[in-house]
């Protein structure tokens, strides 16, 4: 878990200060994915007027994708 909370800690802190950019999935809401390990990945949204990142999930890659569609139409 430790590693787990390390690895998410790091993408965190690159997407803050803007040494990558994850890919739009839902333009509408302006939700990105970003993959932290080949079988996790989180989805968020950045609001840069207060300079905040807002983690909407984490999703396991290896599930059915209909249950994340589901997760961020909500």
């Known amino acids: 878990m430790r590693k787990f909370r390390d690895l998410t800690?790091?993408?965190?802190?690159?997407i803050a200060t803007q040494q990558i950019t994850c890919p739009v999935v839902n333009?509408?809401?302006s939700i990105r994915k970003a993959?932290?390990?080949k079988n996790v990945s989180?989805?968020?949204?950045?609001?840069?007027s207060v300079?905040?990142?807002?983690i909407i999930t984490f999703f396991n890659n290896r599930m059915n994708p209909k249950?994340?569609?589901k997760l961020l139409r909500e």
């Open 67 to 69: 249950t994340l569609n």
């Open 35 to 37: 993959v932290v390990h």
């Open 9 to 14: 800690q790091s993408l965190l802190q690159k």
């Open 27 to 29: 333009e509408k809401l």
């Open 51 to 54: 300079q905040k990142i807002y």
């Open 42 to 48: 989180f989805y968020y949204r950045e609001d840069i």
